[in-house]
C-alpha cells in the first residue's frame, strides 16, 4: 500500500514564524503536491513537483515556498507565518500523470 | 480554465436511502480524467475511482456506482442503500494538463453526506 506520511498532525505557531511541514512518500512517485483545504472552499493546490528539484506553481502559491531535495521528501515552507495561513494543508503523491493522488493525513496548522 | 462544481454543499439520509451526489466539470481538454474522493470525519482523502474521457461507460462498485456523461459534462455518484459509514464529504476532481502542461487535479468544493440511523 502507498504511504504518505506528514511530520504532524496538529501544529501551533506565531504569526512571524517560519514553518516547516514535511511530507514523504514511500512508493517512489514522481509527483508530490501539497493542498490547503478550507472550509467552503474545497482543496486547493499551493505547489507541484515532478521530480527531484523541479517545482511548480499552484494556484495559491503566495506566501509559500517548497523544497524537494530527494524523490520521497516534499517540503512546504512558510517564510513568515500569517493568521490567514491557518488552515488544513494536505500532502499527495502520484506515479504520474492522470493517476490517483495519495493524500496524507494532513497537518492543521493554526497560526496565532 | 477547468472547473469543478458540486452544486449540493449538504445532503442529510437516512440510513438505506439511496442518494447521488452531482458533479459538473468543465475542460477544453479532450483527454482528461475525473475522480472521486471520500473524506471521512478522520480526515484523510480515500480514492475512490477513476475515470478517462474516452470511456463512458458506467461503473459499479458494490453499492457505489458512478454515471459519466460527456454530453452534460456530468459525473455522478450514486450510493445505494446508504450506511451510517457512509457519511463523510465527497469530492470530485478533474485532471488535466491545462496547468502548466502537467496534469494536476482541480477539485469541487465538495459534498457532506450525512446517513443517520
Known amino acids: 500500500d502507498v504511504k504518505v506520511t506528514q511530520s504532524s498532525r496538529y501544529l501551533v505557531k506565531r504569526t512571524g514564524e517560519k514553518v516547516f511541514l514535511e511530507c514523504v512518500q514511500d512508493m517512489d512517485h514522481e509527483n508530490m503536491f501539497w493542498y490547503r483545504q478550507d472550509p467552503g472552499l474545497g482543496l486547493r493546490l499551493i505547489y507541484f513537483?515532478?521530480?527531484?528539484?523541479?517545482?511548480e506553481k499552484g494556484d495559491i502559491p503566495e506566501g509559500y515556498s517548497v523544497s524537494r531535495e530527494k524523490k520521497e521528501r516534499f517540503s512546504l515552507i512558510l517564510e513568515s507565518a500569517s493568521t490567514n495561513q491557518t488552515s488544513m494543508y494536505l500532502c499527495?503523491?502520484?506515479?504520474?500523470?492522470?493517476?490517483?493522488?495519495?493524500f496524507g493525513p494532513g497537518t492543521r496548522l493554526t497560526v496565532t | 480554465a477547468q472547473k469543478v462544481t458540486q452544486a449540493q454543499t449538504e445532503i442529510s439520509v437516512v440510513e438505506k436511502e439511496d442518494v447521488t451526489l452531482d458533479c459538473v466539470y468543465e475542460?477544453?481538454?479532450?483527454?482528461?480524467?475525473l475522480f472521486w474522493y471520500k473524506q471521512p470525519p478522520s480526515g484523510e482523502l480515500v480514492f475512490l475511482i477513476r475515470?478517462?474521457?474516452?470511456?463512458?461507460q458506467n461503473e459499479i462498485s458494490g453499492r457505489y456506482s458512478w454515471n459519466f456523461q460527456k454530453s452534460t459534462s456530468s459525473f455522478n455518484f450514486t450510493i445505494t442503500a446508504s450506511q451510517v459509514v457512509d457519511s463523510a464529504v465527497y469530492f470530485c476532481a478533474l485532471s488535466d494538463s491545462m496547468n502548466s502542461g502537467y496534469s494536476t487535479l482541480t477539485f469541487g468544493k465538495g459534498t457532506m453526506l450525512l446517513v443517520s440511523p
Open positions: 475515470r478517462n474521457s474516452f470511456d463512458e
Open positions: 475542460t477544453r481538454d479532450t483527454t482528461y480524467y
Open positions: 499527495a503523491s502520484t506515479p504520474g500523470q492522470y493517476y490517483e493522488q495519495y
Open positions: 513537483s515532478y521530480d527531484v528539484k523541479m517545482k
